[in-house]
Structure formats: C-alpha cells, structure tokens
C-alpha cells in the first residue's frame, strides 16, 4: 500500500515564508491535498489539485509539487496559521485514500 | 449553507458497537460520497473508508472489514457509521467528510474533502 511522508515538525518565524512537504508514490498520479487542523477543531481543506483554493482560504496559502513530493507553502505566516497539517491523495491504486502523518507547524 | 452535523459523543464497553450519524444539509446528499477518518488523541488522520450515498457502494481500509458498516438513509439525507466490537483502541474521534473536490485535470488526479463534520467522540472503556 502507499504511504506519504510529512515532517513531524517545523517552525517559521511570523511573517517569513515556510515549506511543508508531503513525499509519496501515489504522488506522482496524485496532486496532494493539504489541510489544517487546529486543537479541537475538525480539519480544514486548505489546497487542492495542482494549486487551488478553496473559498474563503487566504492566498498566503499555495501548493506545488515535483515527482513524488507534493509541497504547502505559507508565504508571510501569521499567528493564527500556527496548526497541524496535514497531506492526502488517494493510494496508488486509486481505490484507498491516504493521510500523511501531520505536520505541526509553529509560528514563531 | 452546506454542512454536515454528526451525533454525539458515545461511551462504550469492549465488545459493544457503536453507530455514528452524519446529517448532510445544503446539498444534493447523493451526488458526493462521504468518507469516514478518525483521529486518536494526540495522533493523525486515519481513513476508514467510503459511501456513495447514490448506490449504497461502500469501500472499508482492510484494518476495518468485517468490523464497519456504512450504510445512509436517503430520505433524511443522513449516513451512517457502525464499528463493532470495540477495543479500548478504537478511542477517537470520528469525522464524516465529503469529498468535493475529485477529478483530473491535465496532468494528474485530485481529491479534497471539503466538507467535514464536527466529529464525534467516542469513548470505548469498561
């Protein structure tokens, strides 16, 4: 089966720019998408597909990826960007969905 | 506005079973189908599987076949999650979530859930 790989943790200074990875086979068939989940909340699309936003998610936000590794970038993060992330796409093939282990980012 | 609003929390004993609802409203309920992901404390996201409330199709993780059930009511737009015989490990919240985003561009395949439930606590403890 397939697995994505993400980060357990990374930190970025308010207002500077950040990478979070996603790495995977299913990657190289499957855009990555990526959501935000904050403590006791439920998780919040923030990415889909080569690099859309849903409604409402600012444009700080932006996804890209090359071969296996899909990426999330905050560029000029905020305070209240501070959440765990999270990857997923469907395995390879294509009948399972997968979740990469999270991210926790902290803003500085 | 479009959303998905679960049951309550539940406290169960090893062995028993528990049945979780998912209400979707603002939407046309049979044209997405739901996936089920739960998460334990202090822990990831871990997909369960998928309904399509249209045909009643249903897709478990292995981890789970035999022991989940999701099944819906078209008539009150509702699904549903059953896991059976609970271990002290199925402790989590659980989240319905629908995928509105799925299909393929140019290049490549996509897949976002767009719409979550609130989650639903489920406690399993003798």
């Known amino acids: 089966s397939s697995e994505l790989t993400q980060d357990p943790a990374v930190s970025v200074a308010l207002g500077q720019t950040v990478r979070i990875t996603c790495q995977g086979d299913s990657l190289r068939s499957y855009y990555a998408s990526w959501y935000q989940q904050k403590p006791g909340q439920a998780p919040i699309l923030v990415i889909y597909g080569k690099n859309n936003r849903p409604s409402g998610i600012p444009d700080r936000f932006s996804g890209s990826s090359s071969g296996n590794i899909a990426s999330l970038t905050i560029t000029g993060a905020q305070a209240e960007d501070e959440a765990d992330y999270y990857c997923?796409?469907?395995?390879?093939?294509?009948?399972?969905?997968?979740f990469g282990g999270g991210t926790k980012l902290t803003v500085l | 506005q479009v959303q998905l609003v679960q049951s309550g929390a539940e406290v169960k004993k090893p062995g028993a079973s528990v049945k979780v609802s998912c209400k979707a409203s603002g939407y046309t309920f049979t044209s997405y189908d739901i996936n089920w992901v739960r998460q334990a404390t202090g822990q990831g996201l871990e997909w369960m599987g998928w309904m399509n409330p249209n045909s009643g199709d249903t897709g478990y993780v292995q981890k789970f076949q035999g022991r989940v059930t999701m099944t819906r009511d078209t008539s009150i737009s509702t699904a549903y999650m059953e896991l059976s015989s609970l271990r002290s490990e199925d402790t989590a919240v659980y989240f319905c979530?629908?995928?509105?985003?799925?299909?393929?561009?140019?290049?490549?395949?996509?897949?976002?859930?767009?719409?979550w439930g609130q989650g639903t606590t489920v406690t399993v403890s003798s």
């Open positions: 997923n796409s469907r395995d390879n093939s294509g009948n399972l969905v997968i």
């Open positions: 979530a629908r995928p509105g985003y799925s299909g393929y561009d140019s290049e490549n395949y996509y897949y976002g859930l767009d719409v």
